[in-house]
Nanobody, 127 residues
Framework: QVQLVESGGGTVQAGGSLRLSCAAS????????MGWFRQPPGKEREFVAA????????YYADSVRGRFTLSRDNAKNTLYLQMKSLKPEDTAVYHC????????????????????WGQGTQVTVSS
């Protein structure tokens, strides 16, 4: 079973930065598509960013493109999300997720493509 543990969340003022980490264990990290999703208070969980197993291509939600940067370090089995220029609307519980099925990238934004999920880390952006 793949296990994922997020860290790096916290409270930051608008315009600030945070870096989230997702440590993976229990499988071959370099063969997984890895994604970040977030759930704002009272809202549905939404796609944030993902990196494909197929060539390491990255994908971003329109709301975070240009502000968030996704990266992975396969040697450390760790996924990162560097967040800058944070806005109050970025406030959410952020989850990382793994897709071990090597699916085509057309489904990379769908949360039901990911079988393994971390516990989440809270990001709060104050105005």
């Amino acid at each position: 079973q793949v296990q994922l543990v997020e860290s790096g969340g916290g409270t930051v003022q608008a315009g600030g930065s945070l870096r989230l980490s997702c440590a993976a264990s229990g499988g071959t990290f370099g063969t997984y598509t890895m994604g970040w999703f977030r759930q704002p208070p009272g809202k549905e969980r939404e796609f944030v960013a993902a990196v494909s197993w197929r060539g390491g291509l990255t994908y971003y939600a329109d709301s975070v493109r240009g502000r968030f940067t996704l990266s992975r370090d396969n040697a450390k089995n760790t996924l990162y999300l560097q967040m800058k220029s944070l806005k109050p609307e970025d406030t959410a519980v952020y989850h990382c997720a793994a897709d071990t099925t090597r699916s085509p990238d057309w489904g990379i934004r769908r949360e039901n493509e990911y079988a393994y999920w971390g516990q989440g880390t809270q990001v709060t952006v104050s105005s």
